[in-house]
T-cell receptor, first 115, second 114 residues
Framework: AQSVTQLDSQVPVFEEAPVELRCNYS??????LFWYVQYPNQGLQLLLK??????LVKGINGFEAEFNKSQTSFHLRKPSVHISDTAEYFC?????????????FGAGTRLFVKA | DVKVTQSSRYLVKRTGEKVFLECVQD?????MFWYRQDPGLGLRLIYF???????EKGDIPEGYSVSREKKERFSLILESASTNQTSMYLC?????????????FGAGSRLTVL
């Protein structure tokens, strides 16, 4: 069964510093990968997704992620964070062959940007 | 611009009460989902539906049931609420069967069972 591991539960960082949120998934079969963001008191919204093609994916708000098949990783990065990036970030994976009904989410990483 | 609406943002119920959580989407999506979100556990799928009157169990269906009488509406029912069902409940929808389809989430319903 698929599983998703987000290696950091909390990441504190100063404003304008770079950040990387780490995500590893378990399966070696073809997958679709997603990062969702949840701002305080809101539902989740899509940040970016990897379906195929270029392994570097760009998303909203200056975030990007790199798909690494050999390491089964999909780490999220931003070169310079802003206070407004404070939120919880979820990595998610769905299987190409079983469809989108069983999207598996990681436990989440809480990003806290300090002034 | 709201696409997935959860009718109750905050609910407080007593143990043993029947609880209804309502979700409506206006995107004509075939698929609808109920997730439970708990700190350190991420999102866990309770039930999903890929068509009207169709439902499938997710990973943690015990203690829950669902109803989908209309395409746009998906209800989560707790027949007899218990304190371990205190949680944030998220409804989501998507179109089609592909795993590439993005989930659109509601704002969540925070349920406290006393």
């Amino acid at each position: 069964a698929q599983s998703v591991t987000q290696l950091d539960s909390q990441v504190p960082v100063f404003e304008e510093a770079p950040v990387e949120l780490r995500c590893n998934y378990s399966s070696s079969v073809s997958v679709y990968l997603f990062w969702y963001v949840q701002y305080p008191n809101q539902g989740l919204q899509l940040l970016l997704k990897y379906l195929s093609g270029s392994t570097l994916v760009k998303g909203i708000n200056g975030f990007e992620a790199e798909f690494n098949k050999s390491q089964t990783s999909f780490h999220l990065r931003k070169p310079s964070v802003h206070i407004s990036d404070t939120a919880e970030y979820f990595c998610a994976v769905s299987d190409r062959y079983t469809g989108g009904f069983k999207t598996i989410f990681g436990a989440g990483t809480r990003l806290f940007v300090k002034a | 611009d709201v696409k997935v609406t959860q009718s109750s943002r905050y609910l407080v119920k007593r143990t043993g009460e029947k609880v209804f959580l309502e979700c409506v989407q206006d995107m004509d999506h075939e698929n609808m989902f109920w997730y439970r979100q708990d700190p350190g556990l991420g999102l866990r799928l309770i039930y999903f539906s890929y068509d009207v009157k169709m439902k499938e169990k997710g990973d943690i269906p015990e203690g829950y049931s669902v109803s989908r009488e209309k395409k746009e509406r998906f209800s989560l029912i707790l027949e007899s609420a218990s304190t371990n069902q205190t949680s944030m409940y998220l409804c989501a929808s998507s179109s089609g069967p592909s795993g590439a389809n993005v989930l659109t989430f509601g704002a969540g319903s925070r349920l406290t069972v006393l």
